[in-house]
């Protein structure tokens, strides 16, 4: 079992900045790759950015530029850091991890993120 636990969303100004984190515990060693994803209303939830255990990134062509991901295995926290944020950007993140022997997927519980014009 994993848990996740969110921080570091809010309300911001278009072209402001936020940083969030996400610290795991539970069984941390068995993370493989650890995300965000965002849901915004009325839209299926998407993957904002991804980062594997060995430190490979993969990002949304929408935050590409603006978002940085960043990992420590041995604190197991997960932070992006948004920079220029749109209003497009408003939305619900939430952390994710994925084992990496088995199928199996955990969520936090999520931040809200409100970027306004």
């Known amino acids: 079992q994993v848990q996740l636990v969110e921080s570091g969303g809010g309300l911001v100004q278009a072209g402001g900045s936020l940083r969030l984190s996400c610290a795991a515990s539970?069984?941390?060693?068995?993370?493989?790759?650890m995300a965000w994803y965002r849901q915004a209303p009325g839209k299926q939830r998407e993957l904002v950015a991804s980062?594997?255990?060995?430190?490979?990134?993969n990002y949304a062509v929408s935050v590409k530029g603006r978002f940085t991901i960043s990992r420590d295995n041995a604190k197991n926290t997960v932070d992006l850091q948004m920079n220029s944020l749109k209003p497009e950007d408003t939305a619900v993140y939430y952390c994710?991890?994925?084992?990496?022997?088995?199928?199996?997927?955990?969520w936090g519980q999520g931040t809200q993120v409100t970027v306004s014009s």
């Open positions: 980062i594997t255990r060995a430190g490979n990134t």
């Open positions: 994710n991890a994925v084992l990496r022997f088995l199928p199996q997927q955990y």
């Open positions: 539970g069984s941390t060693s068995s993370i493989n790759t």
